[in-house]
């Protein structure tokens, strides 16, 4: 591998097949070398596909896009108070090709895609049967990841699917009861089994991520509470009206939830689309956080807590705003009148 500029590279790896590898390298076959000189990965790092490319560093362009359109996607871990972000994405090794197609098309370069060997097929299968049986073993659990009843959790492929958990394993969508596995068995219009856990993610981070992590911490709950998610549910349902509060503006029709911890910015709220120079570092970084949460269309997709009425009414609006004078009741009275 020879020639002018580099390679932007696809790796895979069946130890953690919710993952690709992606990044750059002048010689790919040496950078393939020096990852599986690692005894930490039970299996080998193969090249997927490579694209050339006559700049240095190319794989941050790359990484940028998948960031600003998908940035669950990326593998990120608090180590010590300090966050890791690393060249590891959640998706599936033809997705990535389909990003270095993109690249490509705007160089006049096209993805080079390699074949498995018999060698790589074998460790495919092995790593798919240990991956099987290890979900059998132990099936994934809601409660032991600290993951609630009430709870949602996003499908990957698309954001706009929001699901609610509901038991320890189980799930509502569309009013339905239904498992991780099932729905994206469907989402997916696969006929055969998958692993639900690729395919779902809480604040951001894969389940199957989230439970990988937790497990090398020793913080997977092996005796978690159990939780009567129906009961839980229907005491969501009984919430008393007095408790919500609506937006004092006509420009954006936004509810919030009274509780005694916070406020609780309700799933279906319309927020300002854009930001204005006043508005606060912190939600500005929150709007980041939750753009996965965000429809085109500035609806919001599910609900989200804020310590305070102001950064709640901040966050609908997105500039300074004091939360006493930014909601009412259903009769018009201003949260400074109702607290006093």
């Keep these: 591998m020879s020639g002018s ?38 299996f080998a790092f193969r090249k997927y596909a490579i694209l050339h490319v006559a700049s240095r560093l190319a794989d941050k362009n790359i990484h940028k896009l998948i960031d600003k359109f998908k940035p669950e996607l990326r593998a990120k871990e608090n180590v010590n108070g300090k966050m890791r972000v690393r060249e590891f994405f959640s998706m599936s090794a033809p997705e990535a090709v389909d990003l270095l197609t993109t690249i490509g098309d705007i160089y006049g370069e096209t993805p080079q895609i390699f074949a498995q060997t018999e060698t790589e097929k074998q460790e495919q299968i092995i790593a798919e049967k240990v991956s099987a049986a290890s979900e059998r073993k132990s099936p994934f659990s809601f409660y032991k990841c600290g993951i609630n009843d009430g709870a949602q959790i996003v499908y990957v492929n698309d954001p706009t699917i929001i699901c609610t958990v509901v038991g320890d394993r189980k799930i509502q969508y569309h009013d339905k009861t239904t498992s991780l596995s099932a729905l994206a068995k469907k989402l997916l219009n696969c006929n055969s089994s998958v692993q639900g856990t690729l395919y779902f ?87 980041k956080e939750y753009k996965y949460a965000i429809s085109e269309k500035s609806i919001l997709l599910q609900d989200i807590f804020f310590p305070s009425s102001s950064a709640a009414a901040m966050f609908v609006s997105g500039t300074s705003l004091n939360g006493k004078i930014s909601w009412k009741n259903k009769d018009g009275v201003l949260l400074k009148d109702i607290e006093k």
């Design 5 to 42: 500029g580099g390679y932007i590279y696809v790796l895979t790896n069946p130890s953690f097949p919710e993952y690709v590898k992606i990044g750059y390298a002048d010689n790919v076959d040496d950078r393939v070398a020096q990852l599986n000189r690692s005894e930490c990965t039970p």
């Design 201 to 287: 993610s809480y604040k951001g981070e894969l389940l199957s991520a989230l439970r990988k992590r937790l497990e090398d911490e020793g913080n997977y709950i092996d005796n978690p509470v159990k939780v009567d998610s129906e009961k839980n549910l229907k005491n969501q349902n009984e919430v008393n009206e007095e408790d919500f509060l609506y937006f004092n503006s006509t420009k954006y029709n936004a509810k919030c939830k009274r509780t005694d911890k916070g406020y609780l910015l309700l799933k279906g709220s319309e927020i300002a689309p854009k930001l204005s120079v006043s508005c606060r570092k912190k939600i500005s970084d929150m709007r």
